[in-house]
């Protein structure tokens, strides 16, 4: 952790893995507009890539070998974006020397591969952040602070949609968008303890995947996944009850919460139904691009994994929770296989 003598500020000295098409378009243009983000060196197998950008966001070092980055850096923190495969090679590198990272979804092509980075960050005394940036949105976590309030009472369940683009096989739809999904109901309605999964593939790039969930708490859950979409439109609704309260988020965009407050009011002869409560975040609050970097919680992740890297914050969407991940998407295809309900083998446990 380095100061800044310049601004006075603490600035997180923090090194990029990957410059290829995801993290130039959602993750790199955040760091501007992070204070506590202080981009140190890029390093990409394509050394025009990452000269790119290093020159685009102002990092003094190019790389396009990873142990040479982290000899010559010695960054405070790490953020990797690459396929499945680089994600878990690359992070095993960092963590063994003891840095932090953030890693994009899915941290591993499999659980095994997820359990050994939260091995390896354990042996290490370290710890990472998965890219789970729906947790990050405004409009979930003013829904996820509104679900600790005795006026939405009892979490009872959850009904978690998202359409993406076409994929190749069930497995793709699973780790690279279901996961993002499954861990948002996570996130709102915590550990999975058993479900029931049933896949249909109409197409070869069309699939469909349907889960009951029975959370730990008592409460259930159904997830519906499918990839009939396109990749412009991608289409994502949450529904969650509580005790006489309801909510529905949209795209991670907007949240309706309907509650007994007020739900009533008078009319002449008649009761008119009004909303109790509504919370919303427009596009424009993203703040510099329609993209909404800032909405779809691309900056409050990254800004979130500088602040942990500064000790400012403990870190969330964690190791732990891209391995509880990978486990509910193991359970998925088990139970699609068999056609029997599932146990999911509990989160942060490695064993
Ligand atoms: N959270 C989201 O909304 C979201 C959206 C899309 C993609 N993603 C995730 O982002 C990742 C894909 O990122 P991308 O689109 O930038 O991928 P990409 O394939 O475009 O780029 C990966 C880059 O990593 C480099 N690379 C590979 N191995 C390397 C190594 N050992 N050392 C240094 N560089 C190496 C490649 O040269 C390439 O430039 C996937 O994990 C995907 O799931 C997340």
Known sequence: MATNTKSGRDLARIAFVGAGGHSSQSLYPNIPLIPEFELVAVCD???????QRAADYGAAGVFTDVEAMLDGVKPDGVCICGSPAMNHEVSLQVLTRGIPIFVEKPPAE?????????????????????????????????????????????????????????????????????????????????????????????????????????????????????????????????????????????????????????????????????????????????GWSAGGHYTRGYWGEL????????????????????LAAMRIIDAITESAATGAEVEVKAGVDVG
């Open 110 to 286: 499999d659980t095994q591969g997820a359990a050994e980075l939260v091995e390896a960050s354990k042996e290490a005394g370290t710890w990472g952040m998965v890219g789970f940036m729906k947790r990050f949105a405004p409009a979930n976590r003013i829904v996820r602070g509104f679900m600790n309030s005795p006026e939405f009472g009892q979490f009872t369940s959850l009904t978690a949609i998202h359409g993406c683009g076409h994929h190749e096989s069930v497995r793709n739809v699973l780790i690279f968008n279901a996961i993002h999904i499954i861990d948002l109901a996570r996130f709102f309605a915590g550990e999975v303890k058993a479900l029931q999964a049933y896949v249909c593939e109409p197409g070869p790039t069309r699939k469909a995947i349907c889960a009951n969930f029975r959370f730990q708490s008592g409460g259930l859950g159904q997830l519906n996944v499918n990839s009939g979409h396109t990749w412009q439109n991608i289409f994502e609704q949450v529904y969650l009850s509580g005790q006489e309260c309801g909510i529905v988020i949209d795209q991670s965009n907007s949240a309706r919460i309907t509650s007994p407050e007020a739900q009533f009011v008078s009319g002449q002869d008649q009761e008119l139904f009004a909303w109790g409560r509504s919370y919303s975040v427009p596009g424009a609050m993203s």
């Open 45 to 51: 197998l394509d050394g025009e890539k990452a000269r």
């Open 303 to 322: 800004s979130h994994f500088a602040r942990s890297v500064l000790g400012k914050v403990p870190p969330v969407a964690t190791l732990e929770d891209g």
